[in-house]
């Protein structure tokens, strides 16, 4: 063993003492707690402003860099849209012009439907065959009718339990509020 070893051997570690955990048991304490969590609030929402600030400097920064940027790219979109519209009037069928650094397209797209409320009403009195029905457990009506007896629902006459119904029992949620 190399004398670097046996002197890490012979090195005894002292264990850091156990700091006891702080514990709220009084007024005073929760106080204490309260005013150091109040603090860590305000620095976390200092920091979001902070980060915030910067955020909107940068954007700022890269609309005014990518402004012109946009410009020529409208401008040559444009260019090549107007190209192969009018070699689709040449050629039809033509759908697509591919260059060593991309492509132009064009797809026929569907018609666009819109469609009033109204029609409902009116498919109901000239073809019903056209208008679906959604149904749907009222569910306010649902708890009103049937008591829950543990995690179950059940019917109050015969006994019977309802199927597909798991109730999940309330619990009491708490929620710490810092005022600043």
């Not at 009403?121 to 007896?149: C, F, G, M, Q, S």
């Amino acid at each position: 063993m190399s004398e670097l070893a046996t002197q890490l051997d012979e090195f005894e570690v002292e264990e850091a003492p156990q700091k006891e955990a702080f514990v709220v048991d009084d007024l005073g304490k929760a106080t204490w707690a309260m005013r150091q969590l109040r603090g860590i609030v305000a620095q976390i929402e200092a920091n979001v402003e902070i980060a915030k600030a910067e955020k909107e400097r940068i954007d700022a920064w890269q609309e005014s860099v990518n402004k012109p940027l946009l410009n020529d790219r409208l401008y040559f979109e444009t260019l090549l849209t107007n190209y192969l519209r009018e070699e689709r009037k040449n050629d039809p069928d033509k759908k697509t012009i591919s260059t060593p650094y991309g492509k132009i397209t064009s797809r026929t797209t569907q018609p666009k439907w819109d469609i009033a409320e109204e029609l409902t009403d009116w498919l109901l009195n000239h073809n019903d065959a056209l208008v679906r029905i959604k149904y749907e457990v009222d569910k306010a009506e649902l708890k009103k009718t049937y008591p829950t007896e543990g995690t179950k629902a059940v019917n109050p006459t015969t006994g019977e339990i309802i199927p597909f119904v798991t109730i999940t029992p309330s619990d009491i949620s708490y929620k710490v509020e810092v005022e600043l």
